[in-house]
């Protein structure tokens, strides 16, 4: 197993596309959402542990969040399925728009 220094860990997490610094790395180490290991106020994380944090964070507040229960994922996917009609109205009218804009008629 791999060790981790904070700055390390924060590197990994930019690289998966997270956007933090070792401030935000620190504060949740601190909580216990991120698990590291203190020894004279320094952390090591376990690089596993870094992986499963990723994964984790990537269905906070999403309907695949682990742990909630049956009525906040199925709120959750209304809201989602709510923003996607939406998504798809915005998407239409620019296609229509740029059917205009080439002279295509609609048939």
Known sequence: MTKLTVQEATSLMH???MKCDMAKVKQWLNEGELQGI??????TIE??????????????GTAYEKGIDDKTKINRLLEEIEDLKKQVSVLKEEKANLKGQLGIMPF
């Open 15 to 17: 690289s998966y596309g």
């Open 38 to 43: 203190q020894n004279n106020g320094i952390y």
């Open 47 to 60: 690089e596993d542990e870094v992986y499963k944090f990723l994964d984790a964070y990537r269905w906070k």
